[in-house]
């Protein structure tokens, strides 16, 4: 694996970090923002990985920065768990504002 997909795998990392740190500011426009920025970061990365060469210490490299990105993911999914309950309490009308 070449130091150009590791490069990606960084910047989605730290797309992953920005989205938490939104998350947690309940800045949830940004969170989608940031999401949409490494959907396209995503899709260049298969493009790019599918036709790389890939070798241990590389391999190590994506495992530990996946498994920081899950951990983002999972904290974000946990903090967006409320606000998609509200946002689909206000889209059916049953939520009430006091």
């Keep these: 694996m070449n130091s150009e ?3 990606y795998y960084e910047t989605i990392e730290r797309a ?3 989205m938490l740190e939104a998350a947690r500011a309940g800045k ?3 969170v989608l923002r940031l999401e949409g920025a490494c959907m396209v970061l995503i899709s260049e990365l298969k493009r790019i990985a599918s ?3 890939v070798d241990a210490e590389s391999r190590r490299a994506k495992s530990r920065i996946m ?3 899950l951990v983002n993911d999972a904290e974000i999914r ?3 768990e409320p606000w ?3 946002l689909e309490q ?3 009308g049953k939520l009430t504002f006091h």
């Design 28 to 30: 949830w426009e940004e």
């Design 51 to 53: 036709k790389a060469e």
């Design 84 to 86: 998609l309950e509200d």
């Design 16 to 18: 992953s970090a920005d």
């Design 90 to 92: 206000m889209m059916s």
């Design 5 to 7: 997909l590791i490069t």
């Design 78 to 80: 946990n903090l967006a």
């Design 67 to 69: 498994q920081r990105i």
